[in-house]
């Protein structure tokens, strides 16, 4: 079993450039999230669904837009990146979004942007 | 929006010292998870909380959910070198999603 697969592992982008973070799962959860973790902030959520079709902003959602077509996939687009995005990005989901909210998190993608 | 204060942001010490940590929020929460994320990797959930003043342990790490159900502590006792990590805490009030703490960085010295 999986769980949460990223993709890329890490990436280095130019300022300006398009870029799509991959997140998939195959836990058959309803509810993903997208967080972002720089030092001394600890995770910040960024976009949220709570099942397929619907989508949320959670704290910090500028500069990030988030689709979730099927179950499975989440996938977070930077549709211009900017250095201020360089971060590390957690994908997460849990079997329902709201109460006994076990998360559980993908190995992350490291973005620098330059 | 909901605050959750996590203390101490770092901890260096010693192989076989136990380690303390806690969380302290200006809501209720129904819920306390405590999660580790080793370096390189994504956080991985140690213990789940859901009633005030439930006391759960993990092996060598026991959590409390506070009575006042406004905080919860994380001890690890014994501590060893793959002890090393950031640890994080999350609350959850109902109907609502996690926040978490800001994670406290834990570095265990052979």
């Known amino acids: 079993i999986a769980g949460i697969t990223q993709a890329p592992t890490s990436q280095i982008l130019a300022a300006g450039r398009r870029m799509t973070l991959r997140c998939t799962q195959d836990?058959?959860?309803?509810?993903m999230y997208w967080y972002r973790q720089d030092l001394g902030l600890g995770l910040r959520l960024i976009h949220y669904?709570?099942?397929?079709?619907?989508?949320g902003k959670g704290e910090v959602p500028d500069g990030y837009s988030v689709s979730r077509a099927n179950t499975d996939d989440f996938p977070l687009t930077l549709a211009s990146a900017v250095p201020s995005q360089t971060s590390v990005y957690f994908c997460?989901?849990?079997?329902?979004?709201?109460?006994?909210?076990?998360?559980?998190f993908g190995p992350g993608t490291r973005l620098t942007v330059l | 929006g909901q605050q959750l204060n996590q203390s101490p942001q770092s901890m260096f010490i010693q192989e076989g010292e136990d380690v303390s940590m806690n969380c302290t929020s200006s809501?209720?929460?129904?819920?306390w998870l405590w999660y580790k994320q080793d370096p390189g990797e994504g956080p991985v959930l140690l213990i789940a909380?859901?009633?005030?003043?439930e006391l759960t342990s993990n092996g060598r790490l026991t959590a409390q959910f506070g009575i006042t159900r406004k905080d919860s502590f994380l001890n690890i006792s014994a501590s060893i070198p793959s002890d090393v990590g950031i640890y994080f805490c999350?609350?959850?009030?109902?109907?609502?999603?996690?926040?978490f703490g800001e994670g406290t960085q834990l570095t265990v010295n052979p």
């Open positions: 836990m058959r959860h309803n509810a």
């Open positions: 669904s709570n099942t397929a079709g619907t989508t």
């Open positions: 809501s209720i929460f129904n819920t």
């Open positions: 999350a609350g959850q009030t109902s109907g609502s999603r996690l926040t």
């Open positions: 997460a989901s849990s079997n329902t979004p709201t109460s006994y909210n076990e998360q559980f």
């Open positions: 909380l859901y009633k005030a003043g």
